[in-house]
């Protein structure tokens, strides 16, 4: 199976009994949300989908299981292709948020032809595109799926009341009023300021779906509970944020004297995930909002499902580990340095340089390297994390850690980095690990025992770590392009070593198949 299933259950007991209530409203409005994306998907996946549950056949029945993990009958592990008879061979490129034969060009020349107003409205995150009388039009979601939003904001207001919570109250109001007016600016900003015991993120957002344009939100929900003794690990490791940017190996002239303020960062435990949250590949970490004049007012909030992690840990990381890892190395697998790599990842995307002197003026890394830019940010960011984790172990400042800490971090690091590299190495992800991989090799910071199998080489990773995190920041504090460049070229690439690891890899899971076994206790 290349998908685990997995139960999540987060308890949900030491909520009061206002928010247990308010919870079970918005387990109903996630399972609503599911119907709205699936007619957003395909304009006829709502009537595939009665027909399956009609075949009460065993090939009827796997059918229907891989068409509510992909919600169409598209899989999202093979490009989107079919897996039932009778359907259109690919997902459509624009979904079911334009006519289905509309053309690029032939929307391009009409939004030409449109007011300033008329076109923006055209362009919307919150509108389809459809034809009226042989003329295209937008009508807004607010219209094209009132009945299902009407009960939605009904929901949310319900749940609204029976919360403790201000801040909650206060979003799950705004929301319901955006769902009935279409603007959902003044929601956004609510949901910047959401800090309660219930975390929900729901609504329009992402428009990966849209690949025709990348304009159209999808409907999505996140009901999740927030995680307090995370929280607080967060909250210590944003306070020496400036400690380790002070310290960053790189010439000092590059170090940044005062980082800005950092994005929010949340860590919770999902309950229910559905609509564009719960198709294909799983989400186990989300940066929203994305709309502009939210960002410039109040910034962006990253949510981490730590449940989520913990089941993709225990599914595919372990099962990867065993074929990876030497023997030895097995025992230093461990979920608390997986998860808090990933938070000290997140934290240090906001240090190190985030402008460049080009010819007296200033630029950014992201200008100067282009479309190599990602690829070495999330390098740096997955490294700057090691050297942060590695510096704060060194000087005792992690109590808890125990004595086999920095192994099991650097161990847990390099089984976690053939996760990434299954992916392939045409995303940034994959690109920016294959490059610390094969560096980190090279180095003698890992080892590849006769055997085929890895594992840390304890006096060698730290100095490897430094010298790599000197490398790529310094790349970025000065533009280097042609640097980048080379480095990416020589590094970022599956190499025979490699490729033998990845295909012994091949029958394990890719990802999983959660079961929200809280959500059906709530509303069977």
Same mark, same amino acid.
């Given at each position: 199976?290349?998908?685990?299933?997995?139960?999540?259950?987060?308890?949900?007991?030491?909520?009061?009994?206002?928010?247990?209530?308010?919870?079970?409203?918005?387990?109903?409005?996630?399972?609503?949300?599911?119907? &709205?994306?699936?007619?957003?998907?395909? /304009?006829?996946?709502?009537?595939?989908?009665?027909?399956?549950?009609?075949?009460?056949?065993?090939?009827?029945?796997?059918?229907?299981?891989?068409?509510? &993990?992909?919600?169409?009958?598209? /899989?999202?592990?093979?490009?989107? #292709?079919?897996?039932?008879?009778?359907?259109?061979?690919?997902?459509?490129?624009?979904?079911?948020?334009?006519?289905?034969?509309?053309?690029?060009?032939?929307?391009? /020349?009409?939004?030409? =032809?449109?007011?300033?107003?008329?076109?923006?409205?055209?362009? /919307?995150?919150?509108?389809?595109?459809?034809?009226?009388?042989?003329?295209?039009?937008?009508?807004?979601?607010?219209?094209?799926?009132?009945?299902?939003?009407?009960? @939605?904001?009904?929901?949310?207001?319900?749940?609204?009341?029976?919360?403790?919570?201000? =801040?909650?109250?206060?979003? &799950?109001?705004?929301?319901?009023?955006?769902?009935?007016?279409?603007?959902?600016?003044?929601?956004?900003?609510?949901?910047?300021?959401?800090?309660?015991?219930?975390?929900?993120?729901?609504?329009?957002?992402? =428009?990966?779906?849209?690949?025709?344009?990348?304009?159209?939100?999808?409907?999505?929900?996140?009901?999740?509970?927030?995680?307090?003794?995370?929280?607080?690990?967060?909250?210590?490791?944003?306070?020496?944020?400036?400690?380790?940017?002070?310290?960053?190996?790189?010439?000092?002239?590059?170090?940044?004297?005062?980082?800005?303020?950092?994005?929010?960062?949340?860590?919770?435990?999902?309950?229910?995930?559905?609509?564009?949250? #719960?198709?294909?590949?799983r989400t186990a970490a989300f940066n929203l909002p994305n709309d502009e004049r939210v960002i410039r007012a109040k910034g962006s909030k990253r949510v981490m499902l730590k449940n989520v992690q913990e089941a993709k840990f225990n599914s595919i990381l372990k099962p990867i580990a065993a074929r990876v890892l030497s023997t030895s190395a097995q025992a230093d697998l461990s979920f608390d340095w997986f998860f808090t790599h990933i938070l000290a990842h997140e934290l240090t995307h906001g240090i190190g340089p985030h402008t460049v002197l080009q010819n007296g003026a200033e630029s950014s890394p992201r200008l100067q390297l282009k479309e190599l830019y990602s690829a070495i940010e999330e390098a740096k960011a997955d490294v700057c994390g090691l050297f942060m984790l590695g510096y704060m172990l060194d000087k005792k400042m992690l109590p808890n850690a125990g004595p086999d800490a920095t192994t099991k971090l650097y161990t847990t690091f390099?089984?976690?980095?053939?996760?990434? &590299?299954?992916?392939?190495?045409?995303?940034?992800?994959?690109?920016?690990?294959?490059?610390?991989?094969?560096?980190?090799?090279?180095?003698?910071?890992?080892?590849?025992?006769?055997?085929?199998?890895?594992?840390?080489?304890?006096?060698?990773?730290?100095?490897?770590?430094?010298?790599?995190?000197?490398? @790529?920041?310094?790349?970025?504090?000065?533009?280097?392009? #042609?640097?980048?460049?080379?480095?990416?070229?020589?590094?970022?690439?599956?190499?025979?070593?490699?490729?033998?690891?990845?295909?012994?890899?091949?029958?394990?899971?890719?990802?999983?198949?959660?079961?929200?076994? =809280?959500?059906?206790?709530?509303?069977?």
């Amino acid at each position: 199976a290349r998908f685990a299933k997995v139960n999540l259950a987060p308890d949900v007991t030491r909520l009061s009994d206002g928010d247990k209530q308010a919870l079970i409203k918005l387990v109903q409005a996630a399972r609503l949300i599911d119907d &709205l994306f699936l007619q957003q998907y395909w /304009s006829k996946n709502r009537e595939t989908l009665a027909s399956l549950r009609q075949d009460k056949s065993a090939l009827g029945k796997s059918r229907l299981e891989y068409f509510l &993990l992909n919600k169409g009958p598209w /899989s999202a592990l093979d490009e989107h #292709a079919a897996f039932l008879p009778d359907v259109p061979p690919k997902k459509l490129p624009g979904a079911n948020f334009y006519p289905e034969d509309l053309t690029k060009p032939a929307f391009e /020349s009409w939004t030409a =032809t449109l007011s300033p107003e008329k076109k923006r409205e055209a362009e /919307s995150f919150f509108t389809v595109i459809r034809r009226m009388n042989g003329k295209l039009e937008p009508v807004p979601f607010s219209t094209e799926y009132r009945g299902e939003l009407t009960k @939605l904001s009904d929901l949310l207001k319900q749940a609204a009341r029976l919360t403790s919570n201000d =801040t909650l109250r206060r979003f &799950l109001d705004a929301r319901a009023a955006a769902f009935l007016s279409n603007d959902y600016y003044d929601s956004d900003i609510a949901w910047m300021d959401l800090d309660a015991p219930i975390d929900v993120t729901i609504g329009p957002y992402e =428009t990966y779906n849209d690949e025709l344009f990348g304009y159209k939100a999808s409907f999505e929900a996140y009901v999740t509970i927030r995680d307090d003794a995370e929280s607080k690990k967060v909250a210590f490791f944003s306070d020496h944020l400036q400690e380790i940017e002070n310290v960053l190996p790189i010439d000092a002239k590059y170090r940044n004297p005062k980082i800005g303020a950092l994005a929010p960062i949340r860590v919770v435990n999902e309950v229910i995930s559905a609509g564009d949250a #719960a198709h294909g590949i799983r989400t186990a970490a989300f940066n929203l909002p994305n709309d502009e004049r939210v960002i410039r007012a109040k910034g962006s909030k990253r949510v981490m499902l730590k449940n989520v992690q913990e089941a993709k840990f225990n599914s595919i990381l372990k099962p990867i580990a065993a074929r990876v890892l030497s023997t030895s190395a097995q025992a230093d697998l461990s979920f608390d340095w997986f998860f808090t790599h990933i938070l000290a990842h997140e934290l240090t995307h906001g240090i190190g340089p985030h402008t460049v002197l080009q010819n007296g003026a200033e630029s950014s890394p992201r200008l100067q390297l282009k479309e190599l830019y990602s690829a070495i940010e999330e390098a740096k960011a997955d490294v700057c994390g090691l050297f942060m984790l590695g510096y704060m172990l060194d000087k005792k400042m992690l109590p808890n850690a125990g004595p086999d800490a920095t192994t099991k971090l650097y161990t847990t690091f390099l089984a976690s980095a053939f996760r990434t &590299l299954r992916f392939g190495v045409n995303e940034a992800h994959g690109r920016g690990m294959a490059l610390q991989l094969n560096y980190l090799l090279d180095k003698g910071a890992f080892a590849l025992n006769k055997d085929g199998t890895y594992q840390a080489v304890p006096d060698r990773i730290g100095s490897g770590v430094r010298e790599l995190a000197h490398d @790529l920041l310094t790349i970025e504090a000065t533009g280097d392009y #042609a640097g980048a460049k080379a480095m990416l070229d020589k590094l970022a690439v599956v190499r025979p070593a490699m490729k033998a690891t990845l295909d012994k890899l091949k029958d394990l899971p890719t990802d999983i198949n959660p079961s929200h076994v =809280t959500a059906r206790a709530l509303v069977p």
